[in-house]
Structures are given as structure tokens and as C-alpha cells.
């Protein structure tokens, strides 16, 4: 079962408008989310974070909104640009008891495409 | 300050045989995560380890194990390899303030392709 989704597999916006990416979950024990671009052939890089106690996140262009309630959090790019073109992750971390192990759950990512 | 280095960036292995990988994390950290990406499955946590010892471990078999050093400097094996261990190896590093809260950050991964 996917903790993490991410609906849609692809997204076009033109140069300069606003690019949403979504993200659901479903284990209500995550508190912290995080945002990673991905580029191929590389690592992903973090982009920007947000914990629970917060519904917002901002970071120059980007901005991080989470709604607790609906278990949803999306990704703002303002504005958008070419360069911003790569795979959007969405990922999930939960307090774990026994310690402050970290674990990442990812979804299955949104290839963003910013045309000129 | 360098990033998380990974080597090598590619491998080539046959079904059976064994590999290892090795993870260098930035420089002060001193949490180790490993993640296998495939195109099926997309990022799978595998473990993670702080201080030299595994304080995590995702859903794999036991064919897939890992150490660290004192150094923070870390490594993880495959053993008797199947045609599905084929994908992108990525580690990251976290810094050691806090706990799930800080940030993991990437290297670069290695490819593994079993043939």
C-alpha cells in the first residue's frame, strides 16, 4: 500500500505561471514532509520541508501548504522556469518511538515541465 | 563544503555474485540512509545507520545488509544477486542534531545493473 501519492505522473506549465504539484498520504503518523527535485542520472535534492505544527512553508519561489485534515500538502513554483523541468518527490517521516531514526517515504513523483 | 559521495557511480554485476557499495557523507554528519530506486517500485528506504549502528532497517531481505565506520563512512552489500537488485542505489546523510526531522541530503547514487 502507498503511504504517499502522487496522482499525477506528469505536469506542462508554460515559462512563468504557477506550477502545483500535489501530493496525498494516508499514515497519519507522519510529521514531517518534505519536497526533493530530481534530475536524472542524480541524486535527489532537497528542496523544501514542512512539519506538522505548520500549514505553510515558504522558500523564495517555492511554497509548501499542508492540510492536516485532508492529509494533503502541495508543492508551489512561482514562477515557474525552464530549469525547474526534473521529477518533483514528495516524502513523509514519522516519529519513531524508538529512537530518532530517520526513514523517508517517498512518492511516486511528478516529471515537471516548464516550457519556454 | 563537499556533498554525500557515492562510489562507484556504475556497476555491472553478474546473477549469484556479490557487491558492494560505499556512501561518504558530508562532512559533520554523522546518520547514514540507504535507498534503492527502481522504475516499479520508485525510492525504498532500506536502512539507516547513526553511530555505527543500524537503527533502521525498510522491507528487504537479508541479502541486503550494510556497516559504518567511525568515520561515518558507510557501505552496503548484496549478496547473491538477482536481475531485480538492478537500480539506482542512492544514499543520504543527515546532520546529527534532532531526529526525523532533519533533513536527508543525496548523493549522487550508484547504478547497478545485474545481468
Known amino acids: 500500500d502507498q503511504q504517499v501519492k502522487q496522482n499525477s505522473p506528469s505536469l506542462s506549465v508554460q515559462e512563468g505561471r504557477i506550477s502545483i504539484l500535489n501530493c496525498d498520504y494516508t499514515?497519519?503518523?507522519?510529521?514531517?514532509f518534505l519536497w526533493y527535485k530530481k534530475y536524472p542520472a542524480e541524486g535527489p535534492t532537497f528542496l523544501i520541508s514542512i512539519s506538522s505544527i505548520k500549514d505553510k512553508n515558504e522558500d523564495g519561489r517555492f511554497t509548501v501548504f499542508l492540510n492536516k485534515s485532508a492529509k494533503h500538502l502541495s508543492l508551489h513554483i512561482v514562477p515557474s522556469q525552464p530549469g525547474d523541468s526534473a521529477v518533483y518527490f514528495c516524502?513523509?517521516?514519522?516519529?519513531?518511538?524508538?529512537?530518532?531514526?530517520?526513514?523517508?517515504?517517498f512518492g511516486s513523483g511528478t516529471q515537471l515541465t516548464v516550457l519556454p | 563544503k563537499a556533498g554525500v559521495t557515492q562510489t562507484p557511480r556504475y556497476l555491472i554485476k553478474t546473477r549469484g555474485q556479490q557487491v558492494t557499495l560505499s556512501c561518504s557523507p558530508i562532512?559533520?554528519?554523522?546518520?547514514v540512509s540507504w535507498y534503492q530506486q527502481t522504475p516499479g517500485q520508485g525510492l525504498q528506504f532500506l536502512f539507516e545507520?547513526?553511530?555505527?549502528?543500524?537503527?533502521n532497517k525498510g522491507n528487504f531481505p537479508g541479502r541486503f545488509s550494510g556497516r559504518q565506520f567511525s568515520n561515518s563512512r558507510s557501505e552496503m552489500n548484496v549478496s547473491t544477486l538477482e536481475l531485480g537488485d538492478s537500480a539506482l542505489y542512492l544514499c543520504?546523510?543527515?546532520?546529527?542534531?534532532?531526529?526525523?526531522?532533519?533533513?536527508?541530503?543525496f548523493g549522487p547514487g550508484t547504478r547497478l545493473t545485474v545481468l
Open positions: 543520504a546523510s543527515s546532520p546529527p542534531l534532532g531526529g526525523h526531522t532533519d533533513t536527508q541530503y
Open positions: 516524502a513523509a517521516s514519522a516519529g519513531i518511538s524508538s529512537g530518532s531514526a530517520r526513514q523517508l517515504t
Open positions: 545507520y547513526f553511530s555505527e549502528t543500524q537503527r
Open positions: 499514515n497519519s503518523m507522519f510529521d514531517y
Open positions: 562532512s559533520g554528519h554523522r546518520s
